[in-house]
């Protein structure tokens, strides 16, 4: 196979980002199509991708044979219904976080992708490749400086969308410093506890945040993560790691620092698509080469499930205050 040919499900802000950077830096594929119900939305997306055709449903596509993989850009709720004729058809999948909304849809996408035989779908946890989470991680398993103690992370959004509401804290926020915390320490979520700082009156009346979460592992680690949306200055996403011979850190500003009128600034990143840029980059490389030779390169189905299940109990805590234990199905071998 000389180029992978990816349709790409979804061309809104996520899709289209995703269009651009396989259209223009990734080697060995092209966008051969987009799918998207919108084809005004289609189109746009397709200015960047001239070789890509427009499929108003993923099985318009498949039947067209348009396309040997699949990424998927669509919101959460739309992930099942194509991931289960994209599987049926046998395709790699490529599918940003989460895998489904719940853990029972995602229970069931973990058993169709089973009853293929073959691992096809890879999860879009995209801090797994930046290079930061990578050292930090590294560090952890050599234990250079001794067992890890506890996490200290803050995600930070300069402002959400009218369309952001509480619950997406926990769903569309949190979830990614519950699947970071697992890949630094190798070990699931075994609770999960949300507290709330003092409401930040900028917020709409829906959104009551800055929260503290606290994520427990099953091999002991406390991370304490402070998720904050409205922050006003913009996007900041840093780990501390409290090791028993010492402190690591990630995730500080790597922009110019003025000195200037008697103040000292640092630019800070206003997006995740800056911000996470060279991890994305990163991921959808290794995806392709990965589908090439018929593997995954990253977090799996199995992954976005324990995921899943995670923020089920992460929205109980949100909605009762108190701890919640996560609840997890039996691992199937097939993920061994």
């Known amino acids: 196979m000389s180029e992978l040919r990816?349709?790409?499900?979804?061309?809104?802000?996520?899709?289209?980002?995703?269009?651009?950077?396989i259209e223009e830096r990734i080697i060995g594929a092209h966008v051969s199509a987009i799918v998207e119900p919108d084809e005004g939305r289609a189109k746009s997306a397709m200015a960047t991708a001239p070789n890509a055709t427009w499929f108003p449903n993923v099985?318009?596509?498949?039947?067209?044979?348009?396309?040997?993989?699949?990424?998927?850009?669509?919101p959460g709720q739309f992930h099942e219904p194509v991931l289960v004729p994209a599987l049926a058809a046998g395709l790699p999948i490529l599918c940003e976080k989460p895998l489904t909304p719940d853990a029972a849809s995602s229970l069931r996408m973990v058993e169709a992708e089973v009853a293929t035989g073959k691992q096809l779908v890879q999860i879009g946890f995209m801090r797994r490749f930046d290079a930061g989470y990578e050292n930090l991680r590294n560090l952890i398993a050599g234990k250079k400086q001794g067992e890890l103690l506890g996490l200290h992370c803050a995600h930070r959004n300069p402002a959400v969308p009218d369309t952001y509401h509480n619950d997406m804290l926990i769903f569309?926020?949190?979830?990614?410093e519950i699947d970071a915390v697992r890949f630094l320490t190798d070990s699931p979520i075994k609770s999960v506890?949300?507290?709330?700082?003092?409401?930040?009156?900028?917020?709409?009346?829906?959104?009551?945040?800055?929260?503290?979460?606290?994520?427990?592992?099953?091999?002991?680690?406390?991370?304490?993560?402070?998720?904050?949306?409205?922050?006003?200055?913009?996007?900041?996403?840093?780990?501390e790691a409290v090791f028993e011979k010492g402190i690591a850190e990630i995730g500080r500003?790597?922009?110019?620092?003025?000195?200037?009128?008697?103040?000292?600034?640092?630019?800070?990143?206003?997006?995740?698509?800056?911000?996470?840029?060279?991890?994305?980059?990163?991921?959808?490389?290794r995806w392709v080469n990965a589908t090439k030779v018929g593997k995954i390169d990253g977090p799996s189905a199995w992954d976005g499930y324990l995921a899943a299940a995670a923020v089920e109990a992460g929205l109980t805590a949100l909605h009762t205050g108190e701890r919640v234990a996560t609840e997890y199905a039996a691992k199937p071998a097939f993920y061994a």
């Open 172 to 176: 569309d926020s949190v979830v990614h």
């Open 253 to 285: 500003t790597a922009g110019m620092t003025t000195f200037f009128d008697g103040q000292i600034a640092t630019e800070e990143h206003m997006s995740f698509k800056t911000r996470f840029a060279a991890a994305y980059d990163t991921q959808i490389q």
């Open 59 to 74: 099985e318009a596509a498949i039947e067209a044979k348009a396309m040997d993989a699949v990424l998927i850009a669509t």
């Open 193 to 239: 506890q949300v507290r709330h700082m003092k409401r930040n009156t900028l917020n709409p009346e829906k959104l009551n945040d800055p929260i503290l979460v606290l994520l427990e592992t099953e091999s002991g680690v406390l991370a304490s993560v402070e998720m904050n949306v409205s922050v006003q200055f913009g996007y900041q996403v840093k780990t």
């Open 6 to 21: 990816v349709a790409v499900v979804g061309a809104g802000l996520m899709g289209a980002d995703h269009v651009i950077r």
